[in-house]
């Protein structure tokens, strides 16, 4: 009588969990149906569970240990390739090292830092740095934002701007950098040459400190504005435009839509977008070496370049190791104070 009453609530419940089709009535009557197996048959119910969850663990563990097979080798190659190299720089750094000329490895302790921090080139290079990264990273946001917000709208020819404003990212840097020292030439550029048809006197872009620092942020802010309208163009397609057609029924502005509608939604991505952009930033060599090459005198070297004169033209690899190291500390810095002031600024919008 027992197992006839098992049989027949086994064919009841199965007929009425496959009646039913919403997620929260078949979790409730999945519930229903287990209780009622219980008061049936307890010693039954108990076993059945012991074995469901034991094959669901054997079948767990099987799964997970073929991942887990599959994924260690690869992980444990990366971490290698990865640390290794970073701690040798950092055991080096404590180290007097020249190859040219070759000399052993000698223990400095903290010496080769506090060379670097009484250096006045050091701290040269850091302002230099920080003043192309932040204007230059400023004036790709205002302008790709602006951009993007121009293509979001559809202007006339937008599909032929978007592929237009995309080219200059996909150069090599080398590139733009050799094809502005040609625009910019003191006495052959093209530019020049446009300003004398004015009777303006040829202008040391590339002499000058002042406009040579100028004319670098110039040539990152051409090449690299096309990737803050990428994204920004990206974030603004995926706003939903219930809220902007009900403002615009409310007769609110076009500035006050961008004020407290665009911008706060868009503000996560802009925090997101400027931090890649100053991380990258800070990277810059490439440009600066070959337009500049770090002059007139240092007027023009930045963090990296500084290193990669000390590694590769002194050969002092103890100096340099311990460069990288700091220059890893001011990115640090600098993200962290920029965070601290994107998250108030983003709990102001909240």
């Known amino acids: 009588m027992l197992s006839r009453n098992r049989a027949v ?50 079948h767990s563990f099987g799964q997970d240990g073929v991942k887990y097979a599959f994924i260690w080798p690869a992980f444990l190659v990366v971490l290698l390739v990865t640390l290794f190299p970073l701690i040798y720089a950092l055991v080096v750094s404590f180290q007097s090292m020249r190859i040219v000329p070759p000399t052993p490895p000698r223990f400095v302790g903290l010496d080769n830092y506090a060379e670097i921090l009484a250096s006045a080139r050091f701290w040269g290079s850091i302002q230099v740095t920080a003043v192309i990264v932040f204007v230059s990273v400023a004036l790709q946001y205002v302008l790709g934002f602006a951009l993007a917000l121009a293509l979001h709208h559809n202007v006339p020819g937008a599909t032929l701007y978007r592929v237009a ?5 996909f150069l090599a840097p080398v590139s733009v950098a050799l094809i502005a020292r040609m625009l910019f030439h003191p006495v052959l550029g093209p530019v020049n040459e446009f300003f004398t048809l004015f009777g303006l006197e040829n202008i040391p872009f590339l002499t000058n400190s002042t406009l040579a620092v100028a004319t670098l942020i110039t040539v990152e802010v051409w090449q690299w504005t096309p990737f803050v309208v990428l994204l920004m163009l990206a974030g603004l397609q995926g706003l939903p435009a219930e809220v902007f057609e009900a403002a615009r029924v409310d007769n609110i502005s076009a500035w006050r839509r961008f004020c407290d509608i665009t911008f706060p939604m868009l503000l996560p991505l802009s925090v997101a977008v400027i931090l890649i952009r100053l991380i990258e930033g800070f990277k810059i060599i490439d440009t600066v070496f070959v337009l500049t090459g770090g002059g007139p005198g240092t007027a023009t070297e930045t963090l990296t370049l500084f290193a990669y004169n000390e590694g590769f033209k002194k050969f002092n690899i103890g100096m340099t190791s311990a460069l990288s190291f700091l220059f890893l500390i001011v990115v640090i810095v600098f993200g962290t104070i920029y965070l601290a002031a994107a998250q108030r600024m983003m709990r102001r919008y909240r």
């Open 9 to 58: 609530l086994h064919v009841a419940s199965g007929l009425w969990i496959g009646l039913r089709h919403d997620v929260d009535l078949i979790r409730f009557e999945k519930e229903f149906v287990v209780k009622l197996h219980f008061f049936i048959d307890p010693p039954l119910f108990v076993r059945q569970c012991v074995a469901d969850k034991g094959g669901g663990m054997r």
């Open 165 to 169: 404003f995309l080219l200059p990212m």
